[in-house]
C-alpha cells in the first residue's frame, strides 16, 4: 500500500503545514540508496523496477480449469540441521548458499518461497547481508521511495535492510495478504528476515497467488479479471469547511481544490493518481479520495508464465480491515499520517464489490495463508508476484527486517528455459497443422 506523510501531502494540497522538501522530486543522486557488500562498503541501488503486468490471458477460466488440475508445491524449508550442519556453523552455512545459490532461486521462482531455519549466519545484519549476496540476488530501493521513507533495521537512511513494520503501536493491526507495489513499481522478491522474534504472535504469513487463483469462485474471477481492480490508496479528510461554504460557491471551491491537488499531488509521483470527492473518513466528513489507475488482478509470471493472483483486496478493503477490528481491536492512529493512509479497492470501472465477494476473496485467501513462526535467524526469501505475504498481530518486541530485489543473478537463463517447452510446443504445432 502507498504510504504519505503529513507534511508531504500538506504540501501537496496547501492546507498550512510547512515543508520545502515533502513530495519534492527525488532527484537520481539523491534517490540512490546503497547497499552493503560487507555493511562497510556501499554500492549505488536503483529504483524497484517497473510492475510486469505481462501479456493478458485470453481465456481466464481455461486458465483457471488448468490451474485446478496442476500440482503446486509451496514454500519448502531448508534448515541448517538437515544439512548436516550445526546452527552456529556460520562458515559452513555461507559456503552452502553460495555453492546452492542457482538451486535456491529455482526453489524460489517454482515454489514461491524458501524458508530457511537454524542458520545462525542471518542473526545479525551484517549475515543476513552475506546471505543474500552469496545466493546473487540484486537489492534495489524500497517500492515506497518515491512517497515516503520506511525506517531502517540500524537507523542508517543508506541501508538495504528496512524495517518490516515492528512498531508497538501497530501491534494489534492484522496486515492482509498482499504483493508489495507501489504505483507502477514492484520489487521482483525479497527475503524477510527475524532478528527478535515477539514473545506472543507476529508471525509472517505468506500464502500461494497460484492457489488462490485456483480456488476463487469462477464467476468472480471472470467479473474480477474482465473488469479489472482499482484502489483508492490515500484519504484527505481535511476538507469539513466546505460544507460551511454557501451552497453556491461550493461546486466552484471544490473543483479548484481538487484540481490543485491533482496537479500537485501527480506531479510528485511516478504514477498517476485520480482524486475523486467523496464523504466519510474519520469524522464522517467531505474528503478526497486518491484513486490509482485500473490494473488485472492476475497476472502470468515473469518467468514461468504461471497465472496467479496479484491483487491486495486483503490488505486494502476498507469492509475486511473493519472485519477485523472486530477480533484484534481498533487500529490504533497515533499520527495524522495513519488517518491519511486508508485504502479501499474497487472495480477498475470504480464499481463497488459487493460485500459477499469481498468476504469470499477474504476466506480464500486465509485458506491459503501459512502463518511462519519464525526465530532469530530464520529468513523467508519469496518471489514477490507469486507469494503474497502479511503479518500477525503480536505481544512484546518484534525486529523483522527486510531486503527487496529488482532481481537476481541468472534471472535471464530461467526465463530462457521456461519459454523452451513454449517454444518447442508452438513449432510442432505449426508443422502439424
Known amino acids: 500500500m502507498v504510504k504519505f506523510s503529513i507534511p508531504a501531502v500538506a504540501l501537496a494540497i496547501g492546507v498550512g503545514i510547512s515543508s520545502t522538501i515533502a513530495f519534492a522530486p527525488i532527484t537520481p543522486a539523491a534517490s540512490q540508496r546503497t547497499a552493503s557488500l560487507h555493511m562497510s562498503d556501499f554500492v549505488q541501488s536503483p529504483l524497484a523496477p517497473l510492475t510486469v503486468w505481462g501479456d493478458k490471458i485470453p481465456n481466464i477460466l481455461d486458465s483457471q480449469t488448468k490451474a485446478k488440475a496442476r500440482k503446486m508445491e509451496f514454500a519448502p524449508t531448508i534448515k541448517s540441521s538437515d544439512l548436516g550442519l550445526a546452527s552456529d556453523d556460520i562458515d559452513g552455512q555461507l559456503a552452502y548458499v553460495k555453492e546452492h545459490a542457482m538451486e535456491i532461486k529455482q526453489q524460489m521462482v517454482e515454489n514461491g518461497a524458501v524458508i530457511f531455519r537454524e542458520f545462525d549466519l542471518m542473526k545479525e545484519q551484517d549475515g543476513f547481508v552475506k546471505f543474500y549476496e552469496a545466493i546473487g540476488m540484486k537489492t534495489c530501493l524500497d517500492p515506497l521511495h518515491s512517497v515516503s521513507a520506511r525506517p531502517t533495521v540500524d537507523g542508517n537512511k543508506n541501508s538495504p535492510v528496512y524495517e518490516a513494520v515492528n512498531k508497538e503501536s501497530r501491534k494489534n493491526f492484522f496486515i492482509g495478504m498482499h504483493n508489495e507495489f507501489v504505483g507502477t513499481r514492484a520489487p521482483r522478491a525479497a527475503a524477510f528476515v527475524c532478528f527478535k522474534a515477539a514473545e506472543e504472535g507476529g508471525e509472517f504469513l505468506i500464502a500461494d497467488g497460484r492457489q488462490i487463483f485456483r480456488d476463487l469462485r469462477s464467476d468472480l474471477v471472470e467479473k474480477l479479471y474482465n473488469r479489472n481492480i482499482r484502489y483508492s490508496v490515500m484519504e484527505l479528510p481535511f476538507f469539513g469547511w466546505v460544507d460551511n461554504l454557501p451552497e453556491f460557491a461550493q461546486p466552484g471551491v471544490m473543483g479548484a481544490v481538487r484540481g490543485l491537488a491533482n496537479f500537485a499531488i501527480n506531479s510528485k509521483v511516478d504514477f498517476s493518481v485520480d482524486l475523486q470527492w467523496g464523504e466519510g473518513g474519520y469524522d464522517k466528513v467531505k474528503m478526497l479520495q486518491a484513486r490509482a489507475p485500473s490494473q488485472p488482478p492476475i497476472l502470468v509470471h515473469p518467468v ?130
Open 304 to 433: 514461468t508464465g504461471e497465472p496467479h493472483w496479484f491483487c491486495n483486496v486483503h490488505s486494502h478493503s476498507s469492509k475486511l480491515r473493519k472485519d477485523r477490528e472486530s477480533v484484534y481491536g481498533a487500529e490504533r492512529f497515533e499520527d495524522g499520517a495513519s488517518q491519511i493512509n486508508k485504502s479501499d479497492m474497487f472495480y477498475g470501472d470504480d464499481g463497488d464489490i459487493s460485500d459477499g465477494d469481498l468476504e469470499h476473496m477474504d476466506e480464500i485467501t486465509m485458506k491459503n495463508v501459512q502463518f511462519v513462526k519464525m526465530t532469530e535467524g530464520d529468513v523467508v526469501l519469496l518471489d514477490n508476484y507469486k507469494c503474497m505475504h502479511g503479518r500477525n498481530v503480536f505481544d512484546g518486541t518484534r525486529k523483522h527486517g527486510v531486503a527487496w530485489f529488482e532481481g537476481w543473478s541468472g534471472e535471464e537463463e530461467m526465463k530462457s528455459k521456461a519459454q523452451q517447452p513454449a517454444q518447442e510446443s508452438t513449432k510442432k504445432a505449426f508443422f502439424m497443422a
